[in-house]
């Protein structure tokens, strides 16, 4: 049995993106928003997200200007962290859920893995690009933290999935943002996850290189 079928990954491509042009309401947004938005359209390959597609006003100014400058790229869980493209970072992006110290103080406090790795970013939070897919405990004590007074980072990628938490915790990041004095690009309600938060990052590193669609 045979199937046919289109195997050239760059003509797969081009014709994902023209789809998604025709099929997403694009109008409003500056051409690297336009750019963002399609990049998640494509992750989860549904054309009506871009509704919910929220991006501050400096958002991709800044998150650009960061990757530019290889500032760290900090993220939530290692699906994030691997499905950023790595030919166009200079600095592998950085995780510490699994970190041997991460665990401990999880069972100290009673919280996440998640929301304890965030200990672990220390100083490289400032200036960072922050990459949040998967868990919504991690964005909500980002804000908190930010609240309390550490240093900002460039962006945050904020766009957790599920039933628990997920919805609030994008919608939080929302509401406070310009409270907070940071840029965020987030996918309100309950879709999400780590390729749709990757993939805004890796929209913003083609935008860099003059990689559009």
């Known amino acids: 049995m045979s199937f046919e079928y289109q195997p050239n990954p760059?003509?797969?491509?081009?014709?994902?993106?023209?789809?998604?042009?025709?099929?997403?309401?694009?109008?409003?947004?500056?051409?690297?928003?336009?750019?963002?938005?399609?990049?998640?359209?494509?992750s989860v390959g549904d054309p009506l997200v871009a509704q919910h597609m929220r991006i501050s006003t400096n958002a991709c100014a800044a998150g650009r200007k960061a990757l530019h400058n290889h500032q760290a790229i900090l993220c939530d869980v290692e699906m994030v962290k691997q499905g950023i493209t790595k030919r166009m970072i200079q600095n592998p992006p950085l995780c510490y859920l699994n970190h041997e110290d991460t665990t401990a103080i999880a069972q100290l406090r009673g919280e996440t893995r998640s929301m304890a790795a965030l200990d672990l970013w220390g100083d490289q939070l400032?200036?960072?690009?922050?990459?949040?897919?998967?868990?919504?405990?991690?964005?909500?004590?980002?804000?908190?933290?930010?609240?309390?007074?550490?240093?900002?980072?460039?962006?945050?990628?904020?766009?957790?999935?599920?039933?628990?938490?997920?919805?609030?915790?994008?919608?939080?990041?929302?509401?406070?943002?310009?409270?907070?004095?940071?840029?965020c690009i987030t996918l309100l309600g309950r879709q999400g996850g780590s390729a749709a938060a990757?993939?805004?990052?890796?929209?913003?590193?083609?935008?860099?290189?003059?990689?559009r669609y």
Do not use: Y
């Not at 997403?24 to 990049?39: C, E, F, P, Y």
């Open 10 to 42: 760059h003509a797969i491509e081009q014709d994902s993106f023209r789809q998604i042009r025709q099929l997403t309401d694009l109008s409003g947004l500056s051409d690297d928003a336009q750019q963002v938005v399609m990049r998640v359209v494509h």
């Open 198 to 211: 990757s993939s805004v990052v890796n929209a913003l590193l083609r935008c860099n290189i003059g990689e």
């Open 126 to 183: 400032a200036a960072s690009v922050v990459v949040i897919g998967n868990a919504p405990t991690a964005l909500f004590r980002l804000l908190e933290m930010i609240k309390a007074g550490v240093p900002k980072p460039a962006l945050i990628v904020g766009i957790p999935v599920g039933f628990v938490g997920a919805a609030e915790s994008k919608q939080a990041l929302w509401d406070i943002h310009e409270e907070l004095g940071i840029e």
